[in-house]
């Protein structure tokens, strides 16, 4: 052997014998085994959960929904809809107005992180940043609320009615509740005059082009008669 190959294979052998030792501390070691079986399994995992598409039967059916709500509750009665219900319905009050959050309930069902504001007034919770039970049972105006949390429960509210239906209000004592058929009917009312209206409308925009026309072939007809005479 010249001593060239032997200088090369001297360079090749180090990297040899640490690829080897490697190997020999992983199996030699039954700790260094246990994690490697363990790394393993977790990139099996990972692998899996990523390729894996979920057949039809495993898939949660979607929760029927519910038909609209519209009506006012005392405090006592708000109490019902904590999400624990036949229906599963969850209503939240805030600032005196009441909104249905069913379709946030893995926020404001049962189990959920804000399950303490369901079926009661969340408007001091928000005020203060606190998820404990609201447990009174009367009404709660908020009149000892600073400035600051006011303004907190307001922008609560905002955010409510842009992401959540309105239901209703919460009622003082001795308040009475608003017949909201009343409304519906007079909403009912307007549709409909505004579907008449849009109809009238639109038979008139019709009817325009008809008497434009007539008027152009009676153009027509005159400047052909005196092209002739």
Do not use: C, H
């Not at 501390?25 to 899996?48: C, D, G, Q, W």
């Not at 019902?80 to 379709?103: C, E, K, S």
């Not at 009817?207 to 009676?218: L, N, Q, S």
């Amino acid at each position: 052997m010249t001593a060239d190959a032997m200088d090369q294979t001297s360079e090749a052998s180090p990297p040899v014998s640490m690829f080897m030792s490697i190997v020999q501390e992983i199996f030699y070691s039954p700790m260094n085994l246990a994690l490697v079986a363990i790394i393993a399994f977790l990139v099996y995992k990972i692998i899996k959960d990523r390729i894996e598409v979920p057949s039809v039967g495993s898939q949660k059916p979607p929760e029927p929904e519910l038909p609209k709500l519209r009506r006012d509750f005392t405090v006592a009665e708000l109490r019902q809809y904590d999400g624990t219900g036949p229906d599963g319905r969850v209503l939240i009050a805030v600032n005196g107005n009441v909104f249905d959050v069913t379709r946030g309930k893995r926020f404001y069902g049962p189990g959920g992180p804000y399950a303490s504001f369901a079926g009661r007034d969340a408007s001091r919770n928000l005020a203060t940043f606190s998820v404990a039970t609201n447990d009174k049972d009367e009404y709660d105006d908020l009149s000892d609320l600073t400035a600051m949390e006011m303004d907190s429960v307001l922008e609560w509210e905002m955010q409510f009615k842009e992401k959540y239906d309105l239901v209703g209000k919460l009622l003082r004592k001795g308040e009475q509740p608003t017949n909201y058929e009343d409304e519906e009917e007079d909403t009912d009312k307007d549709s409909k005059a505004n579907d008449v209206a849009a109809a009238s409308n639109e038979s008139k925009d019709n009817a325009t082009p008809v008497a434009g026309d007539e008027t152009i072939r009676k153009r027509n007809t005159t400047s052909t008669t005196e092209e002739v005479k």
